[in-house]
């Protein structure tokens, strides 16, 4: 299947990172190239848009569409940024851009194991390489199981789900995605499956566990933010409400200036705030763009400028 990338919030997000024809800007999350594809497009010489995934179909992918273009893609994920920058002999850049969470490709090639729309090998891997969503189902104990269904996931019924996935195993391994699918609807109420699929909480945080995304965000944000020039945006498109929780707490870090007790006189911390918000409050899907894509229902762009110290 051809790796399509529709982009979210693509105005909102080229005017979020004021994008200069000699500029040099980061995807992180290069995918399909969408953002990409329109970012390098208004790069002339001196400009260079460097595109970071992880999933080696993104990689070749996005290469192949930037073709012409200056550009060029790194399969490296985007916690290793300095790396991949280094690497290419760039001290840093002008802006930065994180579209997070699982492609619209992901979702739909059924081998890939992400959805529970289709029976396939249950897998998850981002990356393609390391432990799957069948590792996780058929060792992490039932403990595990319910904490990452509960705080990955926020699902209500954590605990009888992961019960019944650890009984279903030592039946037989739960290797397909539509095993699990069964596992996950036959442990929720009838009542609660009425309105939504109960299997999309789960599915969600089963994979957000396989492929570490809350630790890999920490660790991408404070690399892409050490990356950036003064004056330069880092841009965040997130569609979880725990990653977006993530990316609102770190910007206001970088923004609060003096920790002084407010009982002191003055400031003898002499801390100041090493970034702006470019927004104050997230951006959102206008109705064009929520008619024409189902994915930008949940997505929040949230942009901070580096301080020009």
């Known amino acids: 299947m051809e790796f399509v990338h529709v982009p979210v919030l693509l105005q909102e997000t080229l005017e979020s990172l004021a994008v200069r024809p000699?500029?040099?800007?980061?995807?992180?999350?290069?995918?399909?190239?969408?953002?990409?594809?329109?970012?390098?497009?208004?790069?002339?010489q001196g400009g260079q848009l460097i595109g970071l995934d992880r999933d080696p179909d993104a990689v070749k992918a996005a290469t192949d569409r930037l073709q012409g273009l200056p550009a060029k893609v790194v399969h490296c994920n985007y916690s290793q940024m300095r790396k991949a920058?280094?690497?290419?002999?760039?001290t840093a850049v002008d802006g930065i851009l994180m579209d997070l969470g699982v492609s619209s490709h992901q979702l739909d090639e059924a081998d890939r194991g992400f959805s529970y729309?289709?029976?396939?090998?249950l897998d998850m891997r981002m990356s393609q390489t390391g432990?799957?969503?069948?590792?996780v189902v058929n060792t992490w104990s039932e403990g595990e199981l319910t904490r990452i269904l509960r705080d990955y996931g926020e699902e209500k019924f954590a605990g009888r789900i992961a019960a019944n996935i650890v009984r279903a195993r030592e039946t037989e391994p739960i290797v397909?995605?539509?095993?699990?699918?069964d596992?996950?609807?036959?442990?929720?109420?009838?009542?609660?499956?009425?309105?939504?699929?109960?299997?999309?909480?789960?599915?969600?945080?089963?994979?957000?566990?396989?492929?570490?995304?809350f630790g890999h965000l920490r660790e991408g944000l404070e690399a892409a933010f050490a990356c950036l020039k003064p004056g330069g945006r880092l841009a965040v498109i997130t569609f979880h409400s725990l990653e977006d929780r993530i990316v609102k707490q770190q910007f206001a870090k970088w923004c609060s200036g003096c920790t002084c007790p407010p009982d002191f006189p003055q400031c003898v911390c002499g801390k100041k705030p090493e970034g702006s918000l470019v927004v104050r409050k997230p951006v959102t899907a206008g109705e064009e763009e929520l008619s024409q894509n189902h994915r930008s229902r949940?997505?929040?762009l949230r942009?901070?400028?580096?301080s020009r110290l």
């Open 22 to 44: 000699d500029g040099i800007y980061v995807d992180g999350t290069v995918g399909g190239a969408g953002h990409s594809y329109e970012i390098a497009s208004r790069l002339t």
């Open 85 to 90: 920058l280094d690497d290419l002999g760039i």
């Open 117 to 121: 729309h289709a029976d396939a090998p």
């Open 131 to 135: 432990v799957s969503a069948q590792d």
């Open 176 to 181: 397909r995605t539509g095993q699990l699918a």
């Open 183 to 213: 596992i996950i609807r036959d442990s929720v109420p009838q009542k609660f499956r009425r309105d939504k699929n109960p299997c999309k909480k789960s599915f969600q945080a089963i994979r957000i566990a396989v492929n570490d995304e």
């Open 298 to 300: 949940s997505a929040k």
């Open 303 to 306: 942009v901070i400028e580096r």
